[in-house]
């Protein structure tokens, strides 16, 4: 148990639906990320939220839309996915990312989507 | 930009020491993490370094050079559950950080 939580665990959806990936952090952190990790490739990056303020947007497709509605809360809305979305999404959270010594994040255990 | 260069796999046997490298070429950099990441499972965190030297904690230890770009990560006294992707990840000091390819280690018996 890291103190941040994903729902749901495991997501199969059509390329037509629109669903959502929820994360919480008990952590009292300050700053939320969400990372996708597709089968033998590296973590990317997706969005970064420091005090529930978009700071950061890796050049993702509009089809992901994130929401930060407060700094323990933060969401990825899906709408028109392919399938090669299909990926792991993990949520991450540290305490203050403007320090080196506060940036360690605490992962979630993410969401297993497919999209068929 | 960024550049971070992990070896992607190695084997080692139980008992033994093994060290996993990380290069990387970036500006402003401020930072060092080393994340383990079991098969199935989100990345854990297992160390930082931000000044030169090594940071030992229990069987892991992580060194860093600043001036050569390099940082490795030791395990001693290796266990079967010790098998795993290593993660080095690069800190700036614009608060971003990027991460490795990541190294999966096998312990055998």
């Known amino acids: 148990e890291t103190g941040v939580t994903q729902t749901p665990r495991h997501l199969v959806m059509g390329m037509t639906n629109k669903k959502s990936l929820k994360c919480e952090q008990h952590?009292?952190?300050?700053?939320m990320y969400w990372y996708k990790q597709s089968a033998k490739k590296p973590l990317e990056l997706m969005f970064v939220?420091?005090?529930?303020?978009?700071?950061e947007n890796n050049s993702v497709p509009s089809r992901f839309s994130p929401e930060c509605p407060n700094s323990s809360h933060l969401f990825l809305h899906l709408h028109t996915l392919q399938p090669e979305d299909s990926a792991l999404y993990l949520c991450a959270s540290s305490q203050d990312r403007s320090r080196p010594l506060g940036n360690e994040q605490f992962f979630g255990p993410g969401t297993r989507l497919t999209v068929l | 930009g960024q550049n971070i260069d992990q070896p992607t796999e190695m084997t080692a046997t139980e008992g033994a020491i093994v060290q996993i490298n990380c290069t990387y070429q970036t500006s402003g950099f401020n930072g060092l993490f080393w994340y383990q990441q079991h098969a199935g499972e989100a990345p854990t965190f297992l160390s930082y370094n931000v000044l030169d030297g090594l940071e030992e904690k229990g069987r892991f230890s992580s060194f860093l050079s600043r001036s050569k770009g390099y940082s490795y990560l030791l395990l001693k006294e290796l266990q079967m559950k010790d098998s795993a992707s290593y993660l080095c990840?690069?800190?700036?000091?614009?608060?971003?950080?990027?991460f490795g390819d990541g190294t999966t280690l096998t312990v055998k018996p």
């Open positions: 990840a690069v800190y700036t000091n614009a608060g971003k950080s990027t």
């Open positions: 939220y420091s005090l529930e303020e978009r700071v």
């Open positions: 952590l009292g952190h300050n700053a």
